[in-house]
């Protein structure tokens, strides 16, 4: 089990970057797919992004590609979300998640941080 903790969150005018942190603890980080997922007002939770244990592979939703990018350091056990030319609609509380299983096009994952609130003003 992985134990995961977000950071990073905040109110940002649209056009702006923020970089989101997860720690993570626990001896399985090096060997987890990690995954950040968020759940906008009055939405449903929906996948933003996900990296490779190693680092070397990543997948994004279509709606953040080209913006977002997904990086982690093993020997920091930390992996982050650096979001540029944000919009109203990015808006969202963001969730850290990670899993075993090693597909990143599957959404099997089995622990989840507390989140942290992105506000995007337009």
């Known amino acids: 089990q992985v134990q995961l903790v977000e950071s990073g969150g905040g109110l940002v005018q649209a056009g702006g970057s923020l970089r989101l942190s997860c720690a993570a603890s626990?001896?399985?980080?090096?060997?987890?797919?990690m995954g950040w997922f968020r759940q906008g007002p009055g939405k449903e939770r929906e996948f933003v992004a996900a990296?490779?244990?190693?680092?070397?592979?990543?997948y994004y939703a279509d709606s953040v590609k080209s913006r977002f990018t997904i990086s982690r350091d093993n020997n920091k056990n930390t992996v982050y979300l650096q979001m540029n030319s944000l919009k109203p609609e990015d808006t969202a509380v963001y969730y850290c998640?990670?899993?075993?299983?090693?597909?990143?096009?599957?959404?099997?994952?089995?622990?989840w941080g507390q989140g942290t609130q992105v506000t995007v003003s337009s």
């Open positions: 626990g001896r399985t980080f090096s060997s987890s797919v």
């Open positions: 990296i490779s244990s190693s680092g070397f592979a990543t």
């Open positions: 998640a990670a899993k075993r299983a090693p597909l990143l096009v599957k959404f099997d994952y089995t622990d």
